[in-house]
């Protein structure tokens, strides 16, 4: 009542003061932000200084596309760049070591960590003092040697993931499928079992889980909207679920992901001090770990802190392996030579498919390795930029233009500055024909180069958590895989409990990145990596 009596009294003349006062507000930022902003002095286009609508147009409108609008800035304005009000953008792969670096002092940035929508999450935590202290409790539980005692969990996921890609493809008529959704429950039901000793075995789901695998993919391509305009979820967490679910494609399954995570910790919570703990599951959780850290105050050890560490665990750990896995799936099947070399590789490594092989022997593999970095710099993971701010720390950029002339700026303290994987990956001065699928390029002189360039887990303190866990379960999947199936190219050859897989009107296309949404997502006609599979018995 009080708000309507003051709009029925304002005059014409408040009301022009009113829009006065909005435009000299407007006028004084565009001017602030194009003229003594501390990256004022930083090139561009004048555009995206002036406003974040720059950033919009291409990310929402055009769905995901400032990265690839960034290069071509790049090309027109040099390596370093402003690409909105506030952030830099660095597109020099030497700069990597400076910006994310071991041991440097680094905070995350808000406008990034927004789009999870999970403050209490390691991945979330802007701050670095607080991020490290997140970190140091969970580190040892996804640490290289971790990862190697809890390979029977992984493995045991991998026979269920043979068993039923043999069965299907013993099915009279099977339509093919897209392969995607099968490494989905894979990584999904492995994250999901090393991390909290227990999963919905996706794998055994009719569909693959497909509901699960597509609301990850719906929800990355929600963060956009969530960094941009906060306020879209905070309305829709507002709402009850009986509306929201009904009108967002996968939220009710998403919230129901969130619940079940929380209900897993306090199930777990409950056991602590009592005989119980650690007996109610079969290994120890990442719960266990955290609800029992001496490093960890109390307050970070809430149900609803660990939730949200919980949750993004398992979304990060989900689509990044998977897609490496139906990449690597696509190249192979599309090059027959390259699958040939492999089988042999793996026929003599493994003589008897059915007996394990240790993962630190799989590293001896020269060309499955090499097929694994190939494939992690195309699959990329996170294609996204994530930006750091150094909060005590002026950085010098400098670099020397084509004329010789040297360029530096000075970048102060509390700026982000951000650098893309993508453009660090498809770098034609660092990786030959870099669009090119060649794993033979990691096995040449220049190797060591090469996999100085290989960013796509990040650096520092806030490099990918799940790295050795990933590559693990790509190592073991891959092996595993194709030293009983066999692509069509080399006839029936494949093994017992195996088969032959073939492409099913797939391209290229269909396994490139089209559009960053945190995650890369091919073009939008795609139907998928699509597979047939044909058993023998
Ligand atoms: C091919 C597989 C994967 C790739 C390429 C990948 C890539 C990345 C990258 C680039 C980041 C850093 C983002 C930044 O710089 O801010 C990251 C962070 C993270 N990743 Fe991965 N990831 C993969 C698999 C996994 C898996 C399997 C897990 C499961 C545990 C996982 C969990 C995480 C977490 C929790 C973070 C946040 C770390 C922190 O801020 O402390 N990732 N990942």
Redesign the pocket.
């Known amino acids: 009542m009080a708000i309507a009596d003051l709009v029925a009294s304002l005059t014409p003349v408040h009301v022009a003061g009113l829009l006065g006062l909005v435009a000299a507000y407007t006028v004084y930022g565009a001017i602030w932000r194009l003229c003594f902003s501390p990256i004022a002095h930083i090139p561009g286009p004048r555009l995206a200084a002036l406003t974040w609508w720059y950033e919009f147009y291409f990310d929402i409108i055009l769905g995901g596309q400032y990265v690839f609008k960034m290069k071509e800035l790049h090309e027109e304005y040099g390596p370093i760049i402003r690409i909105n009000p506030e952030e830099i953008h660095i597109y020099d792969p030497d700069f990597f070591p400076q910006l994310?670096g071991a041991g440097l002092r680094r905070d995350?940035w808000r406008f990034?960590t927004k789009q999870f929508g999970a403050d209490g999450s390691?991945?979330s935590?802007a701050e670095h003092d607080l991020?490290k202290i997140r970190?140091a409790a969970i580190n040892p539980f996804?640490s290289k040697q971790s990862v190697r005692a809890l390979q029977p969990v992984i493995e045991e996921r991998v026979n269920a993931l043979l068993a039923r890609l043999h069965s299907d493809g013993k099915a009279p008529d099977k339509p093919p499928i897209d392969i995607l959704y099968p490494f989905s429950a894979f990584?999904n039901d492995v994250?999901n079992e090393y991390?909290f000793a227990q999963s919905d075995h996706l794998i055994e789901d009719p569909s693959y889980g497909k509901p699960v695998t597509d609301y990850f993919l719906t929800g990355t391509h929600y963060g956009k909207y969530v960094q941009h305009y906060e306020i879209i979820l905070i309305f829709i967490n507002a709402l009850p679920e009986l509306i929201s679910g009904a009108a967002i494609p996968g939220w009710r399954g998403f919230l129901k992901m969130k619940r079940d995570i929380y209900d897993i910790i306090a199930a777990i919570a409950k056991t602590q001090h009592t005989a119980r703990w650690e007996l109610d599951v079969s290994h120890p959780t990442i719960f266990h770990d955290l609800l029992s850290s001496k490093t960890l105050p109390p307050a970070e050890k809430s149900l609803e802190r660990l939730a949200d560490e919980g949750r993004?665990?398992i979304q990060?750990?989900t689509l990044?392996?998977s897609w490496?896995l139906a990449i690597a799936t696509f190249h192979l099947l599309d090059k027959p030579h390259i699958l040939a070399r492999l089988r042999s590789e793996l026929k003599t490594a493994i003589p008897d498919p059915n007996v394990s092989v240790p993962v630190a022997e799989l590293e001896n593999l020269p060309f499955l390795c090499a097929i694994i970095k190939e494939t992690?710099r195309h699959?990329?993971?996170?294609s996204g930029r994530?930006a750091r701010v150094c909060p005590d720390e002026t950085l010098t950029y400098s670099y020397t233009t084509a004329s010789g002339e040297t360029k530096a700026y000075v970048i102060p303290p509390g700026v982000p500055i951000g650098m893309s994987?993508y453009h660090t990956v498809t770098n034609p001065d660092i990786y030959e024909d870099p669009f090119a699928w060649n794993p033979d390029r990691w096995l040449g002189p220049d190797a060591d180069r090469l996999e100085k360039y290989l960013t796509?887990?990040?650096g520092g303190a806030?490099?990918?958590?799940?790295?050795w866990?990933?590559q693990a379960?790509?190592a073991l999947a891959l092996a595993r895989l194709w030293r009983i199936w066999d692509g069509s190219g080399e006839g029936r050859t494949g093994e017992e409990g195996g088969g032959v897989m073939r492409l099913f009107e797939t391209d290229e296309r269909d396994a490139r990145m089209a559009a960053d949404f945190f995650i890369p997502i091919p073009w939008k006609g795609t139907k998928g990596i699509r597979v047939v599979l044909e058993s023998f018995e």
Request: net charge positive.
């Open positions: 994310y995350r990034f390691g991945i935590t991020h970190r996804f990584t994250i991390a993004t665990i990060a750990g990044t392996s490496a992690l699959s990329l993971g996170a994530s994987n796509v887990f990040s806030r490099a990918c958590l799940g790295l866990l990933a379960e790509i």
